[in-house]
């Protein structure tokens, strides 16, 4: 799963936690964590560290050793879902991506077809679920890039509006 980290000075930072391990800005952090009830326990670089975490939404404050940092933390796939819904406020051309790998169940646009904001115009299946992707504004269809059947990438162009 991918997050946006933003400290109080506004340094933003791209945290990306998989199977394989946690990368910070594209770069191995070599460390293990272990979540446990309120905390983490960190090791890198040999040292244990015990991390006190209090969540509120998309604030967390961090503790350790005497020391508070208050972080914003960001599911990256919101955060581009709210660039997205802020792009379609200002006008302009939209795309709707895929957000997840799957395949595509059914397409309910053309090219040429007047859709409102929020219509579902594609259902993708993904892990056994049916997800309807909707039109993040109102607009006319221009392209729609793929068919029932087809498999996605995540991050793949589905439909494009005008």
């Given at each position: 799963?991918?997050?946006?980290?933003?400290?109080?000075?506004?340094?933003?930072?791209?945290?990306?936690?998989t199977?394989?391990?946690?990368?910070?800005?594209?770069?191995?952090?070599?460390?293990?964590?272990?979540?446990?009830?309120?905390?983490?326990?960190?090791?890198a670089?040999?040292q244990?560290?015990d991390?006190?975490?209090?969540?509120?939404?998309?604030?967390?404050?961090?503790?350790?050793?005497?020391?508070?940092?208050?972080?914003?933390?960001?599911?990256?796939?919101?955060?581009?879902?709210g660039?997205?819904?802020?792009?379609?406020?200002?006008?302009?051309?939209?795309?709707?991506?895929?957000?997840?790998p799957?395949?595509?169940?059914?397409?309910?646009?053309?090219?040429?077809?007047?859709?409102?904001?929020?219509?579902?115009?594609?259902?993708?299946?993904?892990?056994?679920?049916?997800?309807?992707?909707?039109?993040?504004?109102?607009?006319?269809?221009?392209?729609?890039?793929?068919?029932?059947?087809?498999?996605?990438?995540a991050?793949?162009?589905?439909?494009?509006?005008?």
């Open positions: 799963m991918r997050y946006l980290v933003e400290d109080a000075a506004g340094q933003r930072h791209e945290v990306d936690v199977d394989e391990g946690v990368r910070v800005d594209g770069h191995a952090l070599d460390a293990d964590a272990a979540r446990l009830p309120g905390a983490v326990s960190l090791l670089g040999g244990s560290h991390l006190a975490v209090h969540l509120d939404g998309e604030r967390a404050l961090v503790a350790a050793g005497g020391r508070a940092v208050e972080l914003r933390v960001v599911d990256a796939r919101r955060a581009a879902r660039a997205a819904a802020a792009r379609a406020e200002r006008g302009g051309a939209s795309v709707l991506r895929c957000p997840m799957g395949r595509v169940v059914r397409v309910a646009c053309a090219p040429g077809d007047a859709v409102a904001a929020g219509a579902g115009l594609v259902v993708v299946e993904a892990m056994k679920m049916e997800n309807e992707l909707r039109a993040p504004r109102a607009g006319t269809v221009k392209t729609v890039r793929v068919r029932a059947g087809d498999p996605v990438e991050g793949a162009v589905l439909v494009e509006l005008e």
